[in-house]
């Protein structure tokens, strides 16, 4: 007997006999990135390789110890393998059979609260951002990047290294439209239109996107995150979102905030929110926040 996520107990020997299955890697790693971004992809492959055994044994009392998080995470990985081999019937039933949730209301009400009581000292998220890029000066100018448009780390990224890819090749305007100052995220789906995280736009000063067309791109979003604790430095990008929403509550409403953080629905989007006029007054509004946000960096 051993407890699940609920504090209830299962008894392992009611589980199934075992799938037999060989798994093709390599196949399986395209089919991933057929509608899925590279890093969650790699991701959803690794996770998927080292827990493979919990699919084909039927014995999920491993992932049902796992944190909520690293629980999500083997989770999907492993109900993208089930799909893959044809056997997610089977692995829906496991799932049941042991109880096991991907992510209770209560847990979702308490990161709500959480958000909303969260604490952010902006003028220590200003030192780390000034110790970043003195430790690692090649990523000055996509730390500036982060703290401006409030993506997460994998979306900046791929943000950056894209403004930089199509200025080379003369199609910035297909991402970037220069009048309205604004990177459009959504018309590159495969990147930002992630299942539960999207990017839509970002508004971004035209000298910002100049200044990343000339620069280097940046390695992987788990690179970074990893150099920093190898130069003695917390990875707080994180914080660094909730810095720049901090920072837009002071211009813009939560629901705009939201938009601008990737938190709105694509059909929600396009019905309601992307009109030349609101943009317009949005991006000006959004242009204090950014104007403030620069002024702390350079000081």
């Not at 150099?227 to 430095?233: A, I, N």
Request: hydrophobic share 40%; net charge positive; charged share 25%.
């Amino acid at each position: 007997m051993i407890p699940n996520d609920e504090n209830q107990f299962i008894n392992v020997a009611t589980t199934p006999p075992p799938l037999n299955h060989s798994v093709n890697w390599i196949a399986f790693k395209e089919w991933l990135s057929r509608d899925k971004s590279e890093h969650y992809a790699n991701d959803l492959w690794n996770y998927a390789k080292r827990y493979s055994h919990c699919l084909f044994n039927g014995d999920l009392s491993e992932i049902a110890l796992l944190s909520e998080g690293k629980r999500r995470m083997v989770l999907a990985s492993l109900g993208n393998l089930a799909k893959f081999l044809g056997v997610y019937n089977q692995w829906k039933d496991a799932i049941q059979r042991y109880g096991i949730k991907w992510i209770g209301v209560e847990t979702k009400d308490k990161r709500i609260i959480q958000r909303l009581t969260k604490a952010i000292d902006l003028n220590d998220v200003y030192d780390w951002i000034r110790k970043v890029k003195e430790a690692r000066v090649e990523l000055s100018v996509f730390m500036d990047f982060m703290a401006i448009t409030g993506l997460r780390l994998v979306e900046a990224v791929e943000s950056y290294n894209l403004i930089i890819k199509l200025a080379k090749e003369g199609k910035l305007s297909e991402y970037y439209d220069s009048e309205k100052e604004v990177l459009e995220h959504y018309k590159f789906k495969e990147l930002f239109l992630r299942k539960g995280k999207k990017a839509l736009i970002s508004f971004v000063p035209k000298d910002m996107v100049q200044r990343i067309a000339e620069s280097v791109p940046v390695r992987t979003a788990s690179y970074i995150d990893k150099s920093m604790r190898h130069h003695g430095l917390n990875s707080r990008f994180s914080d660094l979102r909730e810095f720049h929403g901090s920072i837009m509550t002071k211009y813009l409403n939560a629901s705009e905030i939201d938009f601008l953080h990737g938190r709105i629905g694509v059909s929600t989007f396009m019905a309601n929110y992307y009109n030349p006029l609101w943009i317009g007054d949005l991006k000006q509004r959004a242009f204090k926040g950014i104007a403030e946000i620069q002024s702390k960096l350079s000081a």
